[in-house]
């Protein structure tokens, strides 16, 4: 039981330069999420996928994009990246039925020059 | 519209002091709580959570959270820390209502033992 992977771990871009971030879970949960870390800015929500087949924006969607491909699989797609997305994104899944803890992956650090 | 302010950003104390962690909630709703741990270069782990029952929630690694309702509160508390407490720890809140559970993330308390 692996949880929620993420790959790659480490990744540095161009800007301009397109790359997609994977996700995928294996705890059978319904929702997945895609967030950004920057330093005293706390967790702010991307996308988000309430179930199979929905997705839906946060409150910083502008440049990114999302595909829910299936149950367990949500990626996160950069078409056109700038420095402003240099940040640490982290991918989580959760049960809603269950009271909706979130359950986070390692996270991925892209540095974008 | 719900909200999540963490008091403090940073709080500094020594091994084996007591610690508590300060948040408070706004919500028109009934609410779900949580507080996660975030170790350096990690992701989040959930420490505890709140959904109903007993207003005292005990988690892992020692800590416990008590909900208060009137205060809109929800503070972290250990009786004694240890050097490997020290990390980033973060409240949230989500509605019990409904099925969608996005949570609303406080900014952060870095927590640093020093020995």
């Known amino acids: 039981n692996a949880g929620v992977t993420q790959t790659p771990k480490f990744q540095v871009l161009k800007t301009g330069q397109s790359m997609t971030l994977q996700c995928a879970q294996d705890?059978?949960?319904?929702?997945m999420y895609w967030y950004r870390q920057d330093p005293g800015m706390g967790l702010r929500l991307i996308y988000y996928s309430a179930s199979e087949g929905t997705t839906d924006k946060g409150e910083v969607p502008n440049g990114y994009n999302v595909s829910r491909l299936n149950k367990r699989e949500f990626s996160l797609r950069l078409e056109s990246a700038a420095p402003s997305q240099t940040s640490v994104y982290f991918c989580?899944?959760?049960?809603?039925?269950?009271?909706?803890?979130?359950?986070f992956g390692p996270g991925t650090r892209l540095t974008v020059t | 519209a719900q909200s999540v302010t963490q008091l403090d950003s940073q709080v500094p104390v020594f091994e084996e002091a007591p610690v508590e962690l300060r948040c408070n909630y706004s919500?028109?709703?009934?609410?779900?709580l949580f507080w996660y741990v975030q170790y350096p270069n990690q992701g989040l782990q959930l420490l505890l959570k709140?959904?109903?029952?007993s207003t005292l929630v005990k988690g892992i690694n020692g800590f416990e959270a008590e909900f208060n309702k009137s205060q809109t509160s929800f503070h972290l508390r250990k009786p004694s820390v240890h050097i490997s407490d020290t990390a980033e720890y973060f409240c949230?809140?989500?509605?019990?209502?409904?099925?969608?559970?996005?949570?609303?993330w406080g900014l952060g308390t870095s927590l640093a033992v020093n020995p």
């Open positions: 709140y959904l109903s029952g």
């Open positions: 705890m059978n949960h319904n929702s």
């Open positions: 949230a809140v989500t509605s019990n209502a409904g099925n969608n559970r996005k949570l609303i």
């Open positions: 989580a899944s959760s049960e809603p039925v269950h009271g909706g803890e979130q359950y």
């Open positions: 919500s028109s709703v009934s609410v779900y």
